[in-house]
């Protein structure tokens, strides 16, 4: 039951989560207070599966929105939701698709794997008078989509690409720890400018036979204030 309630609230989010985007830019002066900030968020980064071997890093990019919602000065809570943003690795060896001309034609190619998830950080931050954070916390997942594309080249140009879907390899749901860092600009009143690192503790593949698969990722964002 805790599992499922668990996935609904993520659902939810994940749903409503591009409305919401379009519906904050259109109403940033109401999201903005006091004692709580919205802002859009987004950036590149740099994700990772440690467990499988010579897998490299893959690069892409990420957006969502971000609240600061103060507890006492200089202290808040960081939260939001990454809405376009996914977990992977590139460079994976091929493995046996189970026929012969496939696995004929990609041999010597490599695997590139992408698991789409919606992440929810939830996170204290504390801001120095010097307008530098940093912030800790965990970082909460759910995977809509998954899939390799298998790649082999065969010229400068061209590249042969197959895509399966692995989704009902992985278990929905991601969770782990975050840290981070950043700086605001303007005074304190402009852009967020930060890095931040996430550590998964969950062995996000169903199969239990193989050694677990704990996604990491570097991000490299910027947080624009809406309304501010």
Known sequence: MKTFL????????????????????????????GNIEFGLDGGFNWT??????????????????????????PWMLNTGVVVKGNMGAEEIPVYKLNNADLDNLFSGGSVTRKL??????????????????????????????????????????DDLEYEVNIKKQYHPLDAGLAIGAGYRLLSGDGMNIGVQYYYGLIDVRIDDSSPSELNQALYLNVGIPIGK
């Open 116 to 157: 789409n998830y919606f992440s929810v950080p939830i996170m204290i931050k504390y801001k120095f008078e010097n307008n530098i954070y940093v912030k800790a916390g965990v970082q909460l997942g759910l995977m809509y989509n998954g899939y390799d594309t298998f790649i082999k080249s065969v010229n400068d140009e």
């Open 48 to 73: 990772t599966i440690n467990g499988i071997d010579n897998a490299d890093y893959l690069m892409g990019w990420n957006l969502g929105f971000y609240f600061d919602i103060k507890l006492s000065d």
């Open 6 to 33: 668990i996935a609904l609230a993520f659902l939810f989010c994940s749903t409503t989560a591009n409305s919401q985007v379009l519906i904050s830019l259109i109403f940033g002066d109401a999201l903005n207070t």
